[in-house]
């Protein structure tokens, strides 16, 4: 049964750093991608980071591009979003999700993910 959890999330002022995880089990990373996505109250789902085992390569929302940065952790079957100089726009429940057919060039779009975590709340607030 593939399960996805993340945590990490919290309350932190603008210009802080949180770091999230999202831990695997069910199934091995080596072979999928992992996206990081997030919803702010009355927006979108929106992509903002995804990794693909297979390859090791990286992308990224231009909203977040130099300031999040996603890697797998030793575990394995651990993704991480560490992620820095945070704004209050950033401010959303994050989700990570994972699925059986990964297609990079629209790793952004939630309807090719199959499996997704229960989400963390990210705030960002003075």
């Known amino acids: 049964q593939v399960q996805l959890v993340e945590s990490g999330g919290g309350l932190v002022q603008p210009g802080g750093s949180l770091r999230l995880s999202c831990a695997a089990s069910g199934f091995t990373l080596d072979l999928y991608a992992i996206a990081w996505f997030r919803q702010a109250p009355g927006k979108e789902r929106e992509g903002i980071s995804c990794f693909s085992s297979s390859d090791g390569a990286t992308y990224y929302a231009e909203s977040v591009k130099g300031r999040f940065t996603i890697s797998r952790g030793n575990a394995k079957n651990t993704v991480y979003l560490q992620m820095n100089n945070l704004k209050s726009e950033d401010t959303a429940v994050y989700y990570c999700?994972?699925?059986?057919?990964?297609?990079?060039?629209?790793?952004?779009?939630?309807?090719?993910?199959?499996?997704w975590g229960q989400g963390t709340q990210v705030t960002v607030s003075s």
């Open positions: 999700a994972t699925g059986w057919g990964f297609i990079a060039h629209t790793w952004f779009l939630s309807t090719q993910y199959d499996f």
